[in-house]
């Protein structure tokens, strides 16, 4: 590995640390979305900076070609992010239904008030109790 | 209620109209329903549309609720329950807008909920011409066949949009009727009928269809299978849902 590369790889992991830890403080992102690329960007500057601990979790899980296990990890980490999206956009789409439903209701028991309000002339103004 | 006077029962009763662009079939609906059933009262939910459905419908003696946008007919029927406890009525039938069903047949539904929760308007139960025929008829028959013995009771037509729902149901319902598509037929006989619901059916005559023809493409008629399945598998692995007598949640 070249000195170029083993530059190019703690700078790309330390850019996305960069940028997931600014969203975060500008509450761009909440800490449930950020946490699977904090956690991808903290294993990417580890494996950066010590190529050596690639090569020895690629021995300890058997896998011949220790780039493959990159691969692996980071598969699976797209794939989590995919299901929690997936999870909440299920969960907000509920949401907005019964929240629809409800402005609904809302504005036919508005509607259904006025109607009563405009056939029985208003009872007059109740003076305050002191 | 078994010795309360018809009258009494058609007051507390709302007939629910889930209606997406159907100004041309809506009015006459409606009207049908108030003409044919005194004394009753008719929502329609307006499921997003973009013609005059709401106006037709409202001009037609009928409340209606707009949907700000298109959320399916579980979610209108949802709003329809919800209004129901809301409002004081014990009793939701749902009624097609596009004037399938035939109004004067409520008050049949009516006499079959005296000892049922939910009773469904079958169309296969040999009133009437409605005939689907292909591979869309072997789904709906194995459908039928699937949801009977979940039901504990013979159901020939389980996609009829023709049903009347008791008090007990319509709080169940209230809560927990299903939006997905298809949930609203089939996830909703498996919640009634794993809640304790009685369900019964009633045959009843489907006229012809104002606007539209049903398909007869075999591939669409797989995937309605697969999806009626998928719906039925997973209303079956989800945990049952227990009945709460009387109480009105309003969340």
Redesign the interface.
């Known amino acids: 590995m070249s000195l170029a590369s083993y530059i190019l790889g703690i700078l790309a992991a330390l850019i996305t640390l960069g940028v997931v830890i600014e969203m975060l403080r500008r509450r761009r992102l909440r800490e449930r979305h950020a946490i699977w690329w904090l956690i991808a960007g903290v294993l990417a500057l580890v494996v950066g900076v010590f190529p050596g601990v690639l090569a020895w979790a690629a021995e300890v899980v058997g896998v011949a070609v220790p780039t493959n296990l990159i691969f692996f990890v980071s598969v699976a980490i797209l794939f989590l992010v995919c299901l929690q999206h997936s999870s909440e956009l299920t969960a907000l789409e ?1 949401q907005s ?2 929240l ?6 809302l ?3 508005i509607e ?1 008030l006025e109607k009563a309000a405009q056939a029985s002339p208003p009872a007059p103004p109740t003076s305050p109790v002191d | 209620m078994a010795d309360s006077p018809i009258s009494d029962r058609i007051a507390r009763t709302l007939v629910v109209l889930p209606a997406l662009n159907e100004e041309g079939a809506v009015g006459e609906v409606v009207a049908e329903v108030l003409r044919s059933n005194p004394g009753i009262s008719c929502l329609v939910v307006d499921d997003g549309s973009t013609d005059d459905t709401a106006g037709v419908a409202a001009r037609a003696g009928a409340h209606v609720a707009r949907l700000p946008f298109n959320i399916g007919v579980g979610g209108a029927m949802r709003l329809g329950f919800n209004y129901a406890i809301e409002n004081g009525f014990s009793t939701v039938i749902q009624v097609d807008a596009d004037g399938q069903h035939d109004p004067s047949e409520i008050p049949e539904l009516l006499q079959e909920l005296e000892g049922a929760d939910l009773v469904l308007g079958a169309r296969f139960a040999g009133k009437g011409e409605y005939d689907a025929s292909g591979p869309r008829r072997w789904a709906m028959v194995l459908l039928s066949r699937i949801l009977s013995r979940v039901a504990g009771t013979k159901l020939t037509d389980t996609t009829s949009g023709f049903r009347a729902t008791g008090p007990r149901a319509v709080v169940l319902f209230a809560e927990h009727y299903p939006s997905e598509y298809l949930g609203d037929t089939v996830e909703s006989l498996v919640i009634a009928a794993r809640s304790g619901c009685v369900i019964r059916q009633v045959p009843v005559a489907m006229r012809p269809r104002a606007a539209g023809t049903p398909s007869h493409n075999p591939l669409k008629a797989a995937t309605y299978l697969g999806r009626a399945m998928m719906a039925l598998v997973f209303a079956l692995m989800r945990p049952p849902i227990a009945l709460t007598t009387g109480s009105i949640d309003n969340r």
Request: glycine letters at 0%; charged letters at 30%.
């Open positions: 509920s239904r019964i629809a439903q409800r402005t609904a209701l504005t036919l028991r259904d």
